[in-house]
């Protein structure tokens, strides 16, 4: 969504995108009733938008309400049908789980888990990160890390890398410690 303070973006060849926004308030019509508005973005027949609609917990009464009405776990599972209807083969997807409650979080988990695609997200929650995820990249002022595993096995790799960081600083310290004294 932003311009790029430098470098590129180049998609790889066949590779389609498409993003799940945080902020779903600011993505959905609220004029348009929930099949109307997933209608008016993916090419998908009327069954299949109604049987997505459907796994994600609107019943075929649901389908008729106003996005404008819809909390904001409503509005996430609207979208993230979106997302999956888009038929694209790279999913971006922004805090997919904020506002859900713990039904909605596994019926998203479950579709998620069930795509055949390559995915990008970002998440707070534990939980969604450790059963959905591959590969694991920590963003810092240090650099980049990337990680093969889920969360449970990236932060067992942290805590050896911070155990061996504070022993190679005590050494440090301890070794600065003796240079010093053996020049008393």
């Known amino acids: 969504k932003l311009d790029l303070q430098q470098g590129s973006i180049v998609q790889g060849h066949n590779v389609t995108s498409t ?19 997933v209608t008016a973005h993916v090419k998908a027949t009327e069954q299949r938008i109604r049987t997505f609609l459907g796994s994600f917990l609107f019943p ?3 389908a008729m309400k106003k996005t404008a009405v819809l ?17 694209a083969n790279f999913l971006m997807l922004d805090e997919p789980t904020n506002h859900l409650d713990i039904e909605s979080k596994e019926v998203v988990l479950n579709a998620l888990q069930q795509f055949d695609g390559t995915m990008l997200f970002v998440s707070h929650d534990q939980d969604f990160v450790n059963n959905l995820a591959t590969r694991i990249i920590e963003l810092s002022e240090k650099g980049i ?28 310290t301890v070794a600065t410690k003796v240079v010093k004294e053996s020049t008393l």
Request: aromatic share 8%.
């Open 19 to 37: 993003l799940f926004d945080q902020d779903q308030e600011k993505v959905l019509d609220p004029n348009l009733t929930i099949i109307e508005e």
């Open 145 to 172: 890390i990337s990680f093969d595993g889920n969360y449970d096995a990236y932060m067992e790799f942290r805590n050896t890398l911070d155990k061996k960081t504070i022993a190679k600083e005590t050494k440090a």
């Open 71 to 87: 909390s904001g776990g409503e509005r996430n599972r609207v979208a993230m049908v979106k997302v999956l209807l888009a038929n």
């Open 60 to 62: 075929k009464a649901d």
